[in-house]
């Protein structure tokens, strides 16, 4: 059991015309805990009780703070940052930190991890909001105190850097066994900084508990809204929407949050748009059902403005959660794909957008081209330092999905939302494109994932209309086709990732949690992946072979699977989340000739390499 903090037992704070806290009862332990909360919810309030800065009206509250030799019980970042007026930036850290001969590398590494390098030597007046509010974080982090606590430490912080700044946060709250409290308005903040959360609304609490339970398993819809957007779906109010039950497998989750659906593209079905509205990472999508003429408005990710008002649409369940997160799904005994190092990186920001990446292949020289959701192609080296970069020539109705180095060392690009394959030079000059909407063949409705055999012909998966891989010679002349949608041998849904190898096709069949296996010529020969078996995928997302012959496949249940040619697992790694060793519906994967496994950490939205 986690070391308790603070304790408070029926605690009200009286205001002016309502209380500021009414009865609240809860234990803060020790960890990463957020209050959770709309301006005016008490958030503040509950932290000035926590600091002792404040004393209850009625109840009590018991500090039970740690008493470690030579470190601080408590440091507190207040709204206002609580900066000293008359002390220059390296005075505030210098006046707080413990002397010895490393003060000064300290404190030029921290002020160069939150970008105040520049500013050493000026006052709290001479800098800018958000430059105070990086400097009252610094300070607490050097102060060595055993908890930090922060009153919406980050909220005026430039948002392209605010996710670097809380990563580095948590990163040494781990590393020097430092619990912290944290109050913030965004959901978004909760999910990815803190392991528990206490929800206020109107001084009142509505609940506190594990941060993965309250959101994938919140006991109200009020409560499930109050973490972000979801989709409230009672067993009963599934019809006519879901056209996936699981087939007979663990009842389906109550709450249902926008990573957890799959609206797309399919003409036979009833269900017909009537508005999408895109919101940066949440689609917000009204759908009605032609034969009952009931609507109903759903959130789901992975987004892009693609649909469109009278689009025909499947809507499908990807994750059981309550299986995938909180039992394991068997697969404990599974040995660990062996790591040494996990380091993660960023993509440059695109305007005022944070982008995040979705395919990924490895080039002859273990250079890295990485396709991301602002519609670029960014080309690194082996060392990690982008080289170049370009755009898509169109992105206003979505963004591609797919890339892939071709053997002449043509770049092609899924261009998944306008229907066609895209090639561009090593410098990103484009060179051809071909394909349009339809279902015949050279025809695409959305193509997600491209390969290349030893004979230079290109397969190209697609989902919509029609599930399928269509194969064609170098110079796009259509081949042959095979597959279809469904659940039987040789039909997909959603087929996402495909690669050859020695002969053969593998393709990931991602909502039918199977990767299956082709000859050249489309003849079915294999599956791999299996609900009975120890090598059972959970969504497998995207695929790739490396040097040695070992297949690599991502999981949109946040882990990296290693298999074998037979299909037997070899070693597991991550899981779902948003810490160190750790994806959020990740997307895409490559392997580079020394063994280094990259991820397309989407939800996260950063790259994660695996070094063995």
Known sequence: M?????????????????????????????GITAILGPSGSGKTTLLNLLVDFLKPSTGTVAARLPQENGRLPLFWVPQNDGLWPHLVVREHLRAVMAEDDTQDEQIQLLLDQFDLLDTMDQCPGQLSQGERARLSVVRSLVSGASVLVMDEPLVHVDPARRDDYSQIVQETCRATRTSLVFATHSPESVLADASSAVCLEDGRLLCHGPVDELYYRPPTEELARFMGPANWLPEAELEPWMSDRRNGHAKPPTCLRPEQLAIDHCEDSPLVVESSRFAGTVAEVV?????????RRFFHRPAGDALRCGDHVVIRMLLLLSCLFFCGCGDAATAELPVSE??????????????????????????????DDAA??????????????????DSEVGNPEGVCILKDGRV???????????????TGELLDMFGSLGNEPGQFHYPVAITQDQGENIYVCEYGSGDRVQKFSPDGTFLLQFGSFGTETGQFQRPSGIAWHDGKLYVADAFNERIQVFSERGDFLAFLGSHSSDASLHYPYDLSFSADGRLFVVEYAGRVTALDILGNVLGRFGSSGRGQRE???????????????????????RVAELRP
């Open 376 to 393: 670029r192609v960014l080309v690194y080296d082996e060392a990690g330092e982008l080289l170049r970069q370009w755009s898509m020539p």
């Open 583 to 605: 994806f959020a519906n990740p997307w895409g994967i490559a392997v580079a000739s020394n063994g280094n496994v990259f991820v397309a950490d989407t939800g996260n939205r």
């Open 342 to 371: 996990c380091r993660y990186f960023n993509l440059p920001v695109a305007g005022p957008m944070i982008p995040a990446p979705r395919s990924m292949t490895v080039g002859p020289d273990d250079s890295l081209y990485v396709l």
């Open 287 to 295: 759908v009605r059902h032609e034969p009952s003429s009931q609507k």
């Open 2 to 30: 986690s070391e308790i903090l603070w304790n408070l037992e029926n605690v009200c704070v009286a205001g002016p015309d309502r209380r500021r806290l009414d009865d609240v009862s809860i234990e803060i332990t020790a």
């Open 412 to 426: 092609a690009v899924a261009d998944t939302h306008y229907h066609r394959v895209v090639f561009f030079d090593q």
